[in-house]
C-alpha cells in the first residue's frame, strides 16, 4: 500500500503515509469450463504445465500532495487526502479490473497471484461504513462472477490499514474518513484440487506513530497431476527501507519458502531488481538471495527464441503515457523438492510479460496497473520420471 511513498522518498517521508468492467446480461450464465486447448495447443510439453499469473493492481491514487505536509494544518491535509482520494477514483478501478480478468479468461491460469488489493471504504463521523467506497477485490470477484468463470478466492491477509480525513463536521469534528486496507490474494482455478491454504504477516515492519505499515503473504497448495504446488503471493517493502526488505526477504526464504514438498513458486512484486546493478536504488540482495536457495527465475530460463527485456515497473502514476520500465521486479520463482533435497528447477517454461500493449489499455487510455504482469507456464518432471526423457523430449 505504501509503494509510492516509499519508492520516492526516504523511510521518514513514509510517516506520510498515517494522513493518507466487462458488459453482461442479468440472467444466469452458466459458469464457463477451463478450456484446456488454451493450455495445450502447439506448446508441446507445456500443455500440462502449471500456469500462473501475478499481478501488481497499483492502488490508483497520486501520494506526491501528501508529500510535505504540515500536519497541524488540518485543511492542508484534507485538501491533499480528497486530491489522493480523487486520483483513485480517476484510475477506473472497475474498467482495470476488468482488463486484469482478460488476462485470466484468456489464459486460464490455475492460480492469479494479486498484490496492491486495496479496500478503501467511506466512513461518517463515527466511522461507520457508508459503502460507499471501492474495493479491488470485490470488483474482481463480480467480474469473473458476471462472465463465469471458474476461479475463487483461496487465501487473503491484510496488511497495512488505517483512516484519513476527508472532511470536516459532525460532533468529532470530522464528518467523513476515508479508510484503506492493502491486501495480497491468491485465486484458485476451481478444478485445481486444493490441498491446503496459509498467510501471515511478515514480521519485520516500520512503527510509525504507533501504526505499523505491514506486509504479507498468502501460501496456496494444490494438486498438480499429483505434485503438490505451493503458490506464495507477497509483496516487500521498497528498496528504500533497506534491512527492513532485507529482513522480510530472509523471512519470506527462511520461513515461508522452506522446507515445501513437491513444487514452490513464489510469485510478485519483490522490489528487487535483477536488471539493476549492485548498489542501484532499485537493486537489493533479495533476487540473488532467491537464486542461491535454489530458486529458478522463470524470465531467465525461458527459451531465449523471443528476445525481451522482462521489464515490469513503472508506468506514470496517473496511468497515462508511454511504457518507459526500467525495473524488473516482479517475478515468478520455482523451486522443486526431490526426496526432501531442494534444487533449481529444470524443466520446461515458458513467460510472458503481459499488460504493456496497446491493446491493453481501458476504453480512456488508461493503463491497467502500474506495473505489467507476468503470465508463466511451469512443466517440471515427476519425482519418479527418468530425466533423461525430460532432456530428451527438450527441457529447458
Given at each position: 500500500m505504501i509503494e509510492l511513498l516509499l519508492r520516492r522518498s526516504s523511510i521518514a517521508v513514509a510517516c506520510l503515509a498515517l494522513l493518507v468492467a466487462g458488459a453482461c446480461d442479468d440472467g444466469f450464465q452458466t459458469p464457463v469450463t477451463p478450456d484446456l486447448s488454451i493450455q495445450s495447443g502447439d506448446r508441446g510439453p507445456l500443455a500440462n504445465g502449471f500456469e500462473v499469473y501475478t499481478q501488481n493492481v497499483y492502488l490508483g491514487g497520486d501520494t506526491s500532495p501528501l508529500f510535505g505536509l504540515d500536519f497541524t494544518d488540518l485543511g492542508a491535509v484534507l485538501e491533499a487526502v480528497n486530491l489522493f482520494w480523487g486520483d483513485v477514483q480517476a484510475s477506473d478501478p472497475e474498467a482495470r479490473v476488468a482488463e486484469f480478468v482478460d488476462e485470466i479468461q484468456e489464459r486460464q491460469p490455475h492460480a492469479v497471484a494479486l498484490q496492491e488489493m486495496l479496500d478503501f471504504a467511506l466512513l461518517d463521523?463515527?466511522?461507520?461504513?457508508?459503502?460507499?467506497?471501492?474495493?479491488?477485490?470485490?470488483l474482481i470477484e463480480a467480474e469473473i462472477a458476471d462472465r463465469g468463470l471458474p476461479y475463487e478466492t483461496a487465501v487473503t491477509q491484510e496488511t497495512t490499514s488505517s483512516a484519513l480525513p476527508l472532511s470536516l463536521g459532525g460532533p468529532y469534528g470530522i464528518a467523513s474518513w476515508?479508510?484503506?486496507?492493502d491486501r495480497v490474494v491468491v485465486l484458485r482455478r476451481?478444478?485445481?484440487?486444493?490441498?491446503?491454504e496459509s498467510k501471515g504477516l511478515y514480521q519485520g515492519t516500520i512503527n510509525v506513530g504507533g501504526i505499523d505499515l505491514l506486509r504479507g503473504w498468502v501460501r496456496l497448495t494444490v494438486d498438480h497431476h499429483g505434485t503438490p504446488h505451493n503458490v506464495i503471493a507477497t509483496h516487500l517493502?521498497?528498496?528504500a527501507?533497506?534491512?527492513?526488505?532485507?529482513?522480510?526477504?530472509?523471512?519470506l526464504i527462511g520461513y515461508?519458502?522452506?522446507?515445501?514438498e513437491g513444487v514452490t513458486i513464489i510469485a510478485g512484486d519483490l522490489n528487487s531488481d535483477a536488471a539493476a546493478e549492485e548498489g542501484a536504488p532499485s537493486w537489493t540482495a533479495t533476487y540473488d538471495k532467491l537464486v542461491a536457495s535454489g530458486f529458478t527465475d522463470v524470465w531467465e530460463a525461458r527459451p531465449r527464441g523471443r528476445r525481451a527485456s522482462?521489464?515490469?515497473?513503472?508506468?506514470d502514476k496517473d496511468l497515462l503515457g508511454d511504457a518507459n520500465f526500467i525495473e524488473r521486479i516482479d517475478f515468478v520463482m520455482v523451486r522443486s523438492s526431490e526426496g526432501g533435497s531442494?534444487?533449481?528447477?529444470?524443466?520446461h517454461y515458458r513467460m510472458e510479460v503481459v499488460g504493456e500493449e496497446i491493446g491493453d489499455r481501458t476504453l480512456d487510455g488508461l493503463w491497467p496497473s502500474d506495473h505489467a504482469g507476468l503470465v508463466a507456464n511451469i512443466n517440471l518432471p515427476s519425482p519418479d520420471a527418468d530425466p533423461r526423457d525430460h532432456e530428451r523430449s527438450g527441457g529447458h
Open positions: 463521523e463515527y466511522k461507520q461504513d457508508t459503502e460507499l467506497g471501492i474495493d479491488f477485490l470485490e476515508l479508510e484503506f486496507t476451481t478444478d485445481v484440487p486444493l490441498l491446503g517493502e521498497t528498496q527501507t533497506g534491512p527492513l526488505h532485507d529482513a522480510q526477504a530472509d523471512e515461508v519458502a522452506a522446507g515445501l522482462g521489464l515490469t515497473c513503472c508506468f531442494m534444487g533449481q528447477a529444470r524443466g
